[in-house]
Each structure stands twice: as structure tokens, then as C-alpha cells.
């Protein structure tokens, strides 16, 4: 549409190009699945059918996006990491929030008739919705995902006890939360374990610390990794070609990086993101350069 007089239109876009140097994190949530649930006969409190097709929907958008570094999830929603040098869609908030949510939502109801397959999709269907947020510094995005977790454990300790005094306990919906108001952490593993012999600590680890989702690399010392030495800046080049050699490399090295991230294999976990163990034992999360891709055993 070069030089048409209806061009001038494009003049009314307005830029959304996000901070640079700043992690960003597109944060998807099921629109209405607290209908869809019902309608659906999911289990209370969790029915792992529905997390793991959530997995499986997020571990497409990872596999079609080489650029993210890690998601995280917990019941309809999924937090998806973009390192602080992405410069995927040129950092624009509209490409990035809608490709993911597009790809999310495409995934999860193409998916749907392998997990659920006695329960057929209706309109309407899933849907799902998503926002950006950034964060200046690693710490920023350890403690986001270290709340998301934390946000985990406690509203699954308040569902199962809420769902067990209903179900094994015989009260309505308005009394158990009334028994529940005012009650601390300690106080409902109690009636869990009195009352029903439940061992909340023997739950299912996907339901009390949700789902992790990253590329499966051997953890390396990258100050050992060849393809993390900066140019050298000792070559007679003069200082202008120094800097387009530097670009052309940085380039050429990103699309490697790129490619070598889309072979790794995207693995599923319910652990621990709080402690730093976490991240030391996987230093490529915060580095953003691919790991060592493991042997096939």
C-alpha cells in the first residue's frame, strides 16, 4: 500500500514497544473457568487431566517460541519469561501478549479432545486473556515467580480443605468457608489430618507448587563457554568497522543461539522456584545464552 492517500490512517497507531534491558513476563488467565469447570465436571479441588492439558498448551507455546526462557503455572494460569535481551517482534507489547495468548488458547482447545475425550467442546469455548509486566532486575523476577508459587500453596491448602470438608465432611459451600474464615495454614492441615486423615504434605507435588516449564540443558560455567567470549576489540579494524563486526557477530551468534535453544527438549516440573538452588543449578535461565544440550542416554 506504498503512497496511497489512505496511508495517512497508520499515523493513528501508536507505539508499544517495551523497555529494553527489562525482563518481561506475559501473564495469560482462563476468561470465565470457573463456568467452564462446572460445565465441564472438572474435580475438586484439582483434576490433573485439566493441569496437565494446561502443561501441554504451555509447552506448544514454548516449542513455537524459542525465545522464552521459562514458564510458570498454576491452575488457569501460565506466566511466560522473555530474557531481558529479546528483541523478538522488536519488544512490541501487542506482537508479544497476542501471539502468546493466540497460541495459548489455539493449543489448548486443539488438545482438548486428546485429554477429555468423552467431554466435547461447546460454545463457548475456551479463551484466555494476557498482560505484560516488566521487571529491571533478576531479583524482580525470582521474587514474581517465588509469589506466584507462594499464591500456589495457599490457595491449594485452602481448596483442599475446603472441598474435603464438603465432600468428605458433608457441609454446603456457605459453611465450609464460614468454618474456614479467620484460619491460619496450621490450623488447616489440622482438619485435614484429624478429621479426615489427610497428610497435605503428601499431596501431589503439581498442586502444591504448580508447573515449571523450561528447555532441559546440562548446567554449564559459562565464563568455560567459547560462544560467550566477548569480540576482540584487539584487531586493527578501525573503531567504526570494530563496532559492525561486533553487530554482525552478535547477530550471527543470536540466531545460534536461537536454533540451538529450538533443538533442546522443553521438560515439565513441579518443584521449588523459591530457593536459590533453583537458579544455580541452572544458570542459562538467567543468562538467556542456551545451556549444553544432554546426551541422549
Known amino acids: 500500500m506504498a503512497n496511497s492517500k489512505y496511508e495517512y490512517v497508520r499515523n493513528f497507531e501508536h507505539g508499544d514497544t517495551l523497555l529494553p534491558n527489562t ?16 460445565k465441564y465436571g472438572f474435580e475438586k479441588p484439582n483434576d490433573r487431566r485439566a493441569l496437565d492439558l494446561m502443561n501441554a498448551a504451555a509447552t506448544a507455546v514454548m516449542t513455537d517460541l524459542p525465545d522464552l526462557v521459562i514458564a510458570y503455572g498454576v491452575s488457569d494460569e501460565f506466566s511466560f519469561v522473555f530474557h531481558k535481551s529479546c528483541t523478538l517482534f522488536e519488544r512490541r507489547e501487542s506482537k508479544l501478549v497476542s501471539t502468546i495468548v493466540s497460541t495459548f ?11 477429555f475425550p468423552e467431554r466435547p467442546l461447546s460454545a463457548p469455548l475456551p479463551s484466555f486473556d494476557g ?49 474456614l474464615t479467620g484460619t491460619y495454614s496450621s490450623d488447616k492441615n489440622e482438619i485435614l489430618f484429624s478429621r479426615f486423615g489427610i497428610n497435605y504434605n503428601k499431596e501431589p507435588e503439581i498442586c502444591k507448587k504448580g508447573s515449571v516449564v523450561f528447555r532441559d540443558y546440562e548446567p554449564v560455567e559459562l565464563s568455560s563457554d567459547p560462544q560467550t567470549q ?10 567504526d568497522e570494530k563496532e559492525a563486526e561486533a553487530e554482525a557477530l552478535s547477530k550471527t551468534q543470536e540466531e545460534k ?12 516440573h513441579h518443584i521449588d522456584v523459591i530457593k536459590d538452588e533453583f537458579w544455580q543449578r541452572r544458570p542459562w535461565l538467567l543468562s538467556g545464552r542456551p545451556g549444553k544440550i544432554p546426551k541422549e542416554p
Request: hydrophobic content about 35%; glycine content about 4%.
Open 257 to 268: 543461539d536461537r536454533k540451538r535453544r529450538a533443538k533442546a527438549r522443553i521438560t515439565v
Open 105 to 115: 488458547t489455539a493449543s489448548y482447545v486443539h488438545l482438548w479432545p486428546s485429554v
Open 131 to 179: 498482560r505484560a509486566v516488566l521487571f529491571p532486575c533478576d531479583q524482580n523476577l525470582k521474587d514474581y515467580l517465588s509469589w506466584r508459587q507462594v499464591d500456589c500453596h495457599i490457595n491449594n491448602l485452602y481448596n483442599t480443605t475446603f472441598w474435603a470438608l464438603i465432600q468428605l465432611g458433608g457441609l454446603d459451600t456457605k459453611d465450609a468457608d464460614k468454618e
Open 230 to 239: 566477548s569480540v576482540d576489540t584487539s584487531s586493527s579494524f578501525p573503531p
Open 23 to 38: 525482563w518481561i513476563v506475559v501473564r495469560i488467565d482462563g476468561r470465565g473457568f470457573h463456568k467452564l469447570s462446572s
